[in-house]
């Protein structure tokens, strides 16, 4: 794929391979992104997208989740180790676990089925351009030492550029999960030692997949937009908010103990009731969130993440639209 730095990659010069075991999907993918101008390989086989993946010459795999014998985890880490692919994965079966799982395996984009075939245009497109920039950005590198003071001031610009796009979600403004996991390991080293509390928050749009079903992902990024600006109007300005996936956030509130913690993230769940998002059913969008506070619950980042993730799948088995303290509860 030929592109500058100036420039974006052309359809024509994007080349995709789509791998689903259902064949009625992988037939309707493959025809709408081949009439769209992509160059496109199919099959049905995890172990034959393996095979295709170490010719290296996929910029974007569009990979379902739920296949065998080769899984869809399994060409994934095919595509992210030996391919330096981009990954877009499609699923119909969409959880928090998985969605975590997917960011965790370096996943581009996650879209659910039934796909939005807008949605996945765009997503091709901009799983290709950042897989451009990351191959631009390898072959300067890999030339540095033979290359003067100016071409390495063009690797940081490109680096950058990478970095600023990637690091913030464009639907909230709001940094991503790994904005997020920059600052936790410091917050929680400096609370330590300093004997200051620090609260990690989960939180989950409640039926924001119905939203995004009803109404489309316009109405979903609208409701999206609505929830960080309240995170960023309840939140202090040393306070760290991000969006992980899908209608999920977490927060992370420095030298804040678990009664003020409960303070600030009730008016948040309060707020997103009372913004009066109509989910398409009569009923309005709510949000549920789960509370863990270091050193009372855990004192390392794996912990109070799990802890705070429990908190927040105890407040959503509750029926949603409430905020649940980690301490006491039985995952413990």
């Not at 689903?20 to 993918?29: I, N």
């Not at 991503?176 to 936790?184: K, W």
């Amino acid at each position: 794929m030929s592109t500058d730095l100036g420039g974006l990659p052309r359809p024509e010069d994007i080349a995709v391979l789509v791998v689903d075991d259902d064949y009625s999907v992988l037939e309707v993918v493959t025809e709408f992104l081949s009439g769209a101008g992509y160059r496109v390989s199919a099959t049905t086989s995890g172990a034959d997208a393996c095979n295709l993946l170490r010719s290296g010459r996929f910029h974007v795999l569009l990979a379902d989740l739920r296949m065998s014998p080769v899984s869809g985890w399994e060409v994934i880490r095919a595509a992210r180790e030996e391919a330096k692919t981009e990954v877009i994965v499609m699923t119909g079966y969409a959880s928090l676990d998985s969605s975590l799982e997917a960011l965790h395996q370096g996943v581009f984009d996650f879209l659910q089925k039934p796909l939005d075939f807008e949605r996945l245009d765009r997503a091709v497109r901009n799983a290709a351009n950042h897989n451009a920039l990351t191959r631009r950005s390898r072959e300067l590198l890999e030339n540095l030492s033979a290359r003067n003071r100016e071409l390495e001031e063009e690797v940081r610009k490109i680096r950058g550029e990478m970095e600023a796009r990637s690091l913030f979600d464009p639907v909230t403004g709001l940094p991503d999960h790994r904005g997020l996991r920059n600052v936790l390991a410091g917050e929680i080293a400096r609370s330590l030692r300093h004997h200051h509390p620090l609260a990690l928050v989960a939180l989950s749009l409640d039926r924001f997949e119905a939203l995004l079903e009803r109404q489309g992902e316009e109405a979903g990024n609208r409701a999206l937009a609505r929830a960080a600006a309240i995170l960023r109007e309840d939140l202090r300005r040393s306070d760290t908010a991000c969006r992980v996936a899908g209608g999920e956030f977490e927060a992370l509130l420095p030298m804040t103990a678990k009664a003020e913690a409960e303070r600030v993230i009730g008016r948040v769940v309060g707020e997103v009731r009372r913004a009066g998002i109509d989910v398409g059913d009569g009923r309005v969008l709510t949000c549920s969130a789960g509370i863990a506070v270091l050193p009372d619950d855990a004192e390392s980042a794996e912990e109070l993440l799990r802890l705070a993730r429990g908190a927040l799948r105890e407040a959503q088995a509750r029926s949603g639209d409430r905020l649940v303290l980690a301490s006491g509860l039985s995952f413990r």
